[in-house]
């Protein structure tokens, strides 16, 4: 009876643990993906200098969370504690790595990273002046966020009326465009939503691992047994 309930407790362990690291793996796609598409599309998601090294890094913690959630599920299939402690450590690196990332999020949303956008912006009035494909790019964000211009509406593309674009003509010409808070919010609500899962799977992982040695024990200690019975 005792062996057959090890047996039992081992392979529920194994079950739980790889469904688990499934959808630990299942997250790193969607974290790769988003990350992804959000820097394929930087005019839409107003990517500035600020928030590009927490994309970059978002990505990277979206590829290594992918390939260890696979062999995670690797180490429960073969309920080695080696793979389940390698994939515990990567767990935690990730946590610090989302950490950092939240923080650039709130970083690009404090009154400093604004200022500093905003000096930046206002080396580019007007806009009119721009190089052709800077001014296709924020042509673009106009009419993705339905706004027009950075500080004081069409007047930011030049004080004639022919150089406003067509991205311009909209009902309230002086609803001007914003910028860091959209994409600080995912940046934010991604890193310590996924924060908070890894926490729950380092504790997981950790009782995993700790039942498994103990299921071990208890195996091999009625395997012991069983020899000396039989001697």
């Given at each position: 009876?005792?062996?057959?309930?090890?047996?039992?407790?081992?392979?529920?362990?194994?079950?739980?643990?790889?469904?688990?690291?499934?959808?630990?793996?299942?997250?790193?796609?969607?974290?790769?993906?988003?990350?992804?598409?959000?820097?394929?599309?930087?005019?839409?998601?107003?990517?500035?200098?600020?928030?590009?090294?927490?994309?970059?890094?978002?990505?990277?913690?979206g590829?290594?969370?992918?390939?260890?959630?696979?062999?995670?599920?690797?180490?429960?299939?073969?309920?080695?504690?080696?793979?389940?402690?390698?994939?515990?450590?990567?767990?935690?690196?990730m946590?610090?790595?989302?950490?950092?990332?939240?923080?650039?999020?709130?970083?690009?949303?404090?009154?400093?990273?604004?200022?500093?956008?905003?000096?930046?912006?206002?080396?580019?009035?007007?806009?009119?002046?721009?190089?052709?494909?800077?001014?296709?790019?924020?042509?673009?964000?106009?009419?993705?966020?339905?706004?027009?211009?950075?500080?004081?509406?069409?007047?930011?593309?030049?004080n004639?009326?022919?150089?406003?674009?067509?991205?311009?003509?909209c009902?309230?010409?002086?609803?001007?465009?914003?910028?860091?808070?959209?994409?600080?919010?995912?940046?934010?609500?991604?890193?310590?939503?996924?924060?908070?899962?890894?926490?729950?799977?380092?504790?997981?992982?950790?009782?995993?691992?700790?039942?498994?040695?103990?299921g071990?024990?208890?195996?091999?200690?009625?395997?012991?047994?069983?020899?000396?019975?039989?001697s």
């Amino acid at each position: 009876v005792l062996y057959c309930s090890s047996t039992l407790y081992a392979t529920a362990i194994r079950c739980l643990l790889f469904t688990f690291n499934l959808l630990f793996f299942i997250a790193g796609i969607i974290i790769l993906g988003l990350s992804t598409h959000i820097q394929s599309n930087r005019a839409d998601y107003q990517i500035t200098d600020e928030l590009l090294p927490a994309i970059t890094l978002l990505i990277f913690v979206g590829a290594v969370t992918l390939v260890f959630g696979f062999l995670g599920c690797c180490g429960a299939i073969k309920e080695s504690r080696c793979l389940l402690a390698l994939f515990f450590t990567d767990l935690l690196c990730m946590f610090l790595m989302l950490l950092a990332v939240g923080g650039l999020g709130v970083v690009a949303r404090s009154p400093a990273a604004r200022e500093q956008v905003k000096v930046n912006i206002e080396k580019m009035i007007p806009l009119s002046a721009q190089p052709k494909d800077v001014q296709e790019s924020f042509q673009e964000v106009e009419r993705t966020l339905k706004c027009c211009g950075f500080f004081d509406g069409h007047l930011d593309w030049g004080n004639s009326s022919t150089v406003v674009p067509n991205s311009c003509n909209c009902t309230d010409t002086s609803r001007n465009c914003t910028f860091l808070d959209g994409l600080s919010d995912v940046l934010i609500g991604t890193a310590f939503s996924f924060s908070i899962f890894m926490i729950l799977g380092m504790g997981f992982s950790s009782i995993l691992i700790c039942q498994i040695s103990v299921g071990k024990n208890i195996t091999g200690g009625f395997d012991s047994s069983k020899e000396q019975t039989h001697s």
